[in-house]
DNA sequence: CGACACCTTGAAGAGGTTCAAGAAATGTGG
DNA sequence: CCACATTTCTTGAACCTCTTCAAGGTGTCG
């Protein structure tokens, strides 16, 4: 299928948590010091690597500086601003979105618990798109050069650092091939199969999901009006294929949502 | 302006070459032993770190375990190839192209000499992408492994990968603004000056390029139809602001061309 | 309850695609 | 080196998808 979104596998979460599913903390013996590392953080296998050892496990807890709550609409970071770390998203979802000089914005991705942000960064020391809290959210700030000198010690997170970069590159791949080749309804079926996928992921349903976002972005994401987007909801219910509440979403055929994205050879 | 490509400023090259500019060997004392080595490479300041030490320089040396030559039309590396090594283009130029399962294509991106292709089969350990050479090429070959162990040893190369591929990242953030909200005749100026600015950076004409690629694939990489990049070609002739010959493009009014990515405000 | 943001739907219009034909360039084999 | 086949490019006309403009509906929050 078409890979829109870092999209790999994680069979390791806890399966079908229909919940909201916020880290949970370890209330230990001293109820006073609630650690949240990611030594004990469920996230951990979204946004670090896997197969560490007891004394890696140590060194990446010193990764998170600080834990950071951004309120929904404000913002994470902004095109231009000095960039000094990535971010890994705790709780809460984002889009990230670039703006041309004549005001033109496109939302080049949405970004949901345990994935990164912020490495558009790296190259010019500044940040070149603006990361905004669909809902309040919570992130680990993970300073860049801590990473970097972390990195060459221990050498699952150089490896981790590295894959998380490439699988943006295929994720925006994915997206231009979408926005290069597809149509409106191939796109907002690509783009739901995508989010719905992401979040089964992380223990939610299969089916059923709640767009954070307004038709709007979802239309400047997929390269579409907002009237469009709405249009091709109507014809998804029209069509049995999901019902729709506002942003309300359940996907009664998942299968003809995957036709409509890759049609069937010779139907 | 809009950031469509691979563009670091590298004002260190040789200004105004305008020869095809293939790397030039240094026929050294032993005229018998041509070694082509990055430290000797003149596209060093393209793919390569800036201020390395000279033991530096002779480790990043040992990056290159071959040169591999592609014929004009051969692949370099296809969908699903095992990952193995980046490729730091020698000469020639590259187009990346993706496809989805029902046949669509779409051209993720054009690669000229200093550029660094493969960084789509980090994540997966297999390439999401193809790589076909548009004339005859030579690439030097990079085992990723040894740039991994390397990178532990040499911060600046360390840092020097990262910023590829946040460089890469930034580039398509710029192709989904393109795709997601411009008009064709805008979609072709932004290609083409991106174009005509990284022929620059490496030693040749502002205003003249030859185009290596056809109007398909040009259509295909900005999401059009080659019949409509024919057009917006027709019409920038039709408005004085180039000559068109074939493959030949010569710039008259560049400004035009800016004004049309970026209209002034309020004309 | 009223203001506001968001969503839906209709009708007209524009931009790009599709289909088709011919011209120009390029490559191939005799 | 020329003739022929092939690929590539250009241009026209009809069509289609998506956009634009407009109006009304729905939901949410102070």
Do not use: W
Request: some cysteine; aromatic content about 4%.
């Amino acid at each position: 299928m078409l890979n829109l979104v870092n999209s790999e596998h994680i069979d390791s979460l806890t399966p079908s948590n229909p919940s909201a599913a916020p880290p949970r903390q370890t209330y230990g013996v001293n109820a006073g010091a609630i650690k949240i590392a990611c030594s004990n953080c469920n996230l951990r296998e979204l946004c670090m690597p896997l197969g560490l050892s007891p004394e890696e496990l140590e060194q990446i807890d010193g990764l998170v500086a600080s834990r950071r709550r951004v309120k929904r609409g404000a913002q994470l970071f902004r095109q231009g601003d000095a960039f000094t770390s990535l971010y890994a998203i705790r709780t809460g979802f984002f889009k990230t979105c670039v703006a041309s000089e004549d005001g033109r914005e496109q939302v080049t991705g949405f970004q949901m618990a345990g994935e990164v942000i912020g490495l558009d960064g790296i190259v010019s020391d500044s940040h070149s798109c603006n990361a905004i809290a669909l809902e309040d959210a919570e992130v680990c700030v993970m300073p860049f050069d801590r990473i970097e000198e972390l990195s060459t010690q221990v050498h699952a997170l150089q490896r981790h650092v590295h894959k998380i970069m490439s699988r943006e590159i295929v994720r925006e791949n994915g997206v231009m091939l979408l926005l290069g080749s597809m149509r409106a309804e191939e796109r907002l079926a690509a783009f739901l199969l995508n989010l719905v996928q992401r979040l089964h992921a992380r223990g939610f349903s299969q089916s059923e999901l709640v767009l954070r976002m307004t038709r709007e972005e979802i239309g400047s994401y997929l390269g579409l009006k907002l009237e469009t987007v709405s249009r091709a909801f109507s014809k998804f219910v029209d069509d049995g294929i999901m019902e729709v509440r506002q942003r309300h979403v359940r996907i009664v055929k998942p299968d003809a949502l995957r036709d409509i994205v890759n049609p069937p050879p010779c139907v």
